[in-house]
């Protein structure tokens, strides 16, 4: 019976599939959110390997940003000089370990003065009532314990910040994000990655892995740094950031100015349009 129901859903998927990539080959334009997630499109799409497709990446309401004031994190120590922040959804594919190794790892690179001044915030979507988020956070708990940081690990979850820590979710995620010295984006072939855009626009500086959409939002050494999907390629960015004020000051002013070129509503809209009249291909 079990064979026979598994069966009938591969069936079903693929009944489903066929008929997604049917219909998405009779667009006239198809738009694909980055470079990365281009390629994949090839290799899932077989009989669309030849169509052309051009990359329209998503946009950030700048404004928005510009306009969003800070507020205070209670969580977090005004004395805290290097706040080193992990904003995902608490799930296994964002790869959050990563972050929490690359911050244990940290300790052996820098002295002990230096260190203390450092933390470590893991931020993201939290949902009650979905176990992979429920049991992720307990384990990731458990990760920190293991290489004993309880005293430098901060917590939070997106369903308590807008009624017990702050006036609003965006409003405490923007400014963690500006408040940060860099953000730990660690989920390996991302399609594209909407945070270290948003953490490029604040001015603060992302480290990301060196794969999938990040590769294309971010310039490394000019306006993030990439690095191997290893604790120790992490931290050495991480240290690196700590101690070269030279290079976070020359971060943060470029990427600013790479989102307003590339991910801001405007640079959208505008080649959107050149799509629609047929002017870009």
Do not use: W
């Not at 329209?56 to 969003?68: C, I, Q, V």
């Not at 310039?219 to 030279?246: K, N, Y």
Request: one cysteine or more.
């Amino acid at each position: 019976m079990q064979i026979g129901r598994r069966r009938q859903l591969d069936m079903s998927k693929y009944f489903l599939d066929s008929i997604e990539e049917f219909s998405t080959g009779l667009a006239d334009v198809i738009c694909v959110n980055s470079l990365f997630t281009a390629s994949v499109f090839k290799q899932t799409f077989k009989s669309l390997k030849d169509r052309e497709l051009t990359v329209l990446y998503p946009s950030l309401n700048t404004e928005f940003f510009d306009k969003t004031e800070e507020c205070t994190i209670p969580e977090i120590p005004e004395s805290a000089e290097y706040i080193f922040t992990s904003l995902n959804r608490f799930e296994v594919k964002k790869n959050i370990k990563l972050a929490i190794e690359a911050f244990a790892y940290l300790r052996t690179l820098l002295s002990d003065d230096e260190f203390s001044k450092c933390h470590l915030v893991l931020a993201g979507g939290y949902d009650q009532l979905n176990k992979e988020n429920i049991d992720y956070f307990k384990e990731l708990v458990e990760y920190v314990d293991f290489f004993s940081l309880p005293q430098k690990q901060k917590f939070t979850k997106d369903e308590s910040i807008s009624c017990q820590r702050c006036l609003s979710a965006d409003e405490e995620k923007i400014t963690l994000l500006r408040r940060s010295r860099a953000v730990l984006y660690t989920p390996h072939n991302e399609h594209f990655g909407i945070v270290p855009v948003e953490s490029m626009y604040v001015g603060t500086p992302v480290i990301a892995v060196n794969s999938g959409g990040p590769k294309e939002s971010i310039i490394h050494l000019e306006t993030g740094l990439l690095a191997e999907q290893l604790p120790e390629a992490f931290a050495e960015c991480m240290a690196r950031l700590v101690r070269d004020e030279p290079l976070v000051k020359k971060l943060r002013q470029m990427g600013p100015k790479r989102v307003r070129e590339l991910f801001a509503f405007e640079a959208f809209s505008t080649r959107l349009d050149h799509l629609v009249k047929g002017e870009d291909s």
